[in-house]
């Protein structure tokens, strides 16, 4: 067992670059000493990538209330390749800097969405980085100290352990958990425990869920080399659920690391599109991986609750773009 297992660490960005600075002046301060940030750029427009490279060479502070600006560690080096090039490239003479002076941007040409963007990081920080670990970590987060050092003692506890998650606090009320592990419920509903609750004992047991989100998740090699990463059909939402139950067939276990703990925004641009998605990929996880019972009280609990619930209040609202989303996301879920 090593000692410092090597982590690549991959942050998505898609027009979102003010987010993805303090995330990553935040995760320039931890004290694990052994990992490699990865930036992904998914086909921005809004000059996402200048910006991260003016952060980079000390040209924008960042200011938050978690931490203080650090001007010690810049310029920090970076590496960049559009994504044709990652097929290619091999490990280069910056992977010799230490952790909190490198980082490598990769540059998408088009938005491949949350799944198929984070498939592109990890594809290529298995073939040119080999590490023993691959963190996903949203771009809208910013990290505690130790947060990864507690990720990586949780995993190396328990060889069957493919995937672990932190603790996640709201970011403008970091007192309140937004999650702390996933369960799936009586109806085959997915929920995050704890969530919109005040921090108390239940929430400090380490132990195994369901299901964990996206928001982060420490996936160990193995696992990513046997399930091959994030179903792409997905684009986004519901990706870390169906990771999570392909994860729990293969007979890897999923633990939720309660001193590993993370601030998270929440993006205006994901909560604007999740009522489709949701819905749709829902339907997909359920028809893919429930038992019959299972399935059947999941789509009883969709087809005479959430979709007369939904559908009504949006045509009441006068909402009937969201009406017809709706109409549209159940169709797709038991078409595809």
């Given at each position: 067992?090593?000692?410092?297992?090597?982590?690549?660490?991959?942050?998505?960005?898609?027009?979102?670059?003010?987010?993805?600075?303090?995330?990553?002046?935040?995760?320039?301060?931890?004290?694990?000493?052994?990992?490699?940030?990865?930036?992904?750029?998914?086909?921005?427009?809004?000059?996402?990538?200048?910006?991260?490279?003016?952060?980079?060479?000390?040209?924008?502070?960042?200011k938050s209330k978690f931490f203080e600006y650090n001007p010690m560690n810049k310029p920090i080096r970076y590496m960049e390749y559009n994504r044709e090039a990652v097929e290619t490239e091999e490990r280069k003479e910056?992977?010799?800097?230490?952790?909190?002076?490198?980082?490598?941007?990769?540059?998408?040409?088009?938005?491949?969405?949350?799944?198929?963007?984070?498939?592109?990081?990890?594809?290529?920080?298995?073939?040119?980085?080999?590490?023993?670990?691959?963190?996903?970590?949203?771009?809208?987060?910013?990290?505690?100290?130790?947060?990864?050092?507690?990720?990586?003692?949780?995993?190396?506890?328990?060889?069957?352990?493919?995937?672990?998650?932190?603790?996640?606090?709201?970011?403008?009320?970091?007192?309140?958990?937004?999650s702390a592990g996933g369960k799936i419920n009586f109806f085959g509903v997915a929920y995050q425990v704890g969530e919109g609750e005040r921090e108390g004992e239940r929430h400090e047991k380490l132990e195994y869920s369901?299901?964990?989100?996206?928001?982060?998740?420490?996936?160990?090699?193995?696992?990513?080399?046997?399930?091959?990463?994030?179903?792409?059909?997905?684009?986004?939402?519901?990706?870390?659920?169906?990771?999570?139950?392909?994860?729990?067939?293969?007979?890897?276990?999923?633990?939720?690391?309660?001193?590993?703990?993370?601030?998270?925004?929440?993006?205006?641009?994901?909560?604007?599109?999740?009522?489709?998605?949701?819905?749709?990929?829902?339907?997909?996880?359920?028809?893919?991986?429930?038992?019959?019972?299972?399935?059947?009280?999941?789509?009883?609990?969709?087809?005479?609750?959430?979709?007369?619930?939904?559908?009504?209040?949006?045509?009441?609202?006068?909402?009937?773009?969201?009406?017809?989303?709706?109409?549209?996301?159940?169709?797709?879920?038991?078409?595809?």
């Amino acid at each position: 067992m090593k000692k410092w297992p090597e982590v690549s660490i991959i942050i998505l960005n898609w027009n979102g670059w003010n987010d993805t600075i303090g995330c990553l002046e935040s995760l320039y301060r931890i004290t694990y000493p052994n990992y490699e940030i990865i930036v992904i750029d998914n086909g921005s427009k809004d000059e996402s990538i200048e910006k991260i490279k003016e952060w980079a060479n000390g040209k924008i502070e960042v200011k938050s209330k978690f931490f203080e600006y650090n001007p010690m560690n810049k310029p920090i080096r970076y590496m960049e390749y559009n994504r044709e090039a990652v097929e290619t490239e091999e490990r280069k003479e910056i992977q010799e800097l230490s952790s909190d002076r490198k980082m490598i941007i990769i540059r998408n040409e088009r938005n491949y969405g949350f799944a198929e963007g984070n498939n592109i990081g990890m594809r290529y920080a298995l073939r040119a980085l080999d590490p023993d670990y691959i963190l996903l970590l949203n771009n809208d987060t910013v990290v505690e100290s130790k947060f990864l050092s507690e990720l990586v003692k949780v995993a190396e506890g328990d060889e069957k352990i493919g995937i672990v998650g932190p603790k996640i606090y709201y970011y403008d009320r970091p007192n309140i958990i937004a999650s702390a592990g996933g369960k799936i419920n009586f109806f085959g509903v997915a929920y995050q425990v704890g969530e919109g609750e005040r921090e108390g004992e239940r929430h400090e047991k380490l132990e195994y869920s369901e299901w964990l989100t996206g928001t982060s998740l420490l996936l160990s090699r193995e696992l990513i080399c046997n399930i091959e990463g994030f179903d792409s059909n997905f684009f986004v939402f519901e990706e870390d659920l169906d990771l999570c139950l392909k994860a729990a067939k293969k007979g890897f276990k999923i633990s939720y690391a309660p001193k590993a703990k993370i601030y998270h925004k929440g993006s205006v641009y994901t909560k604007l599109i999740r009522g489709y998605f949701t819905v749709k990929n829902r339907m997909i996880v359920a028809r893919r991986h429930y038992r019959f019972g299972k399935r059947f009280l999941f789509f009883v609990y969709i087809f005479l609750y959430i979709f007369p619930r939904s559908l009504i209040y949006n045509v009441l609202s006068m909402n009937f773009d969201r009406a017809l989303e709706l109409i549209k996301a159940v169709k797709d879920g038991i078409k595809e």
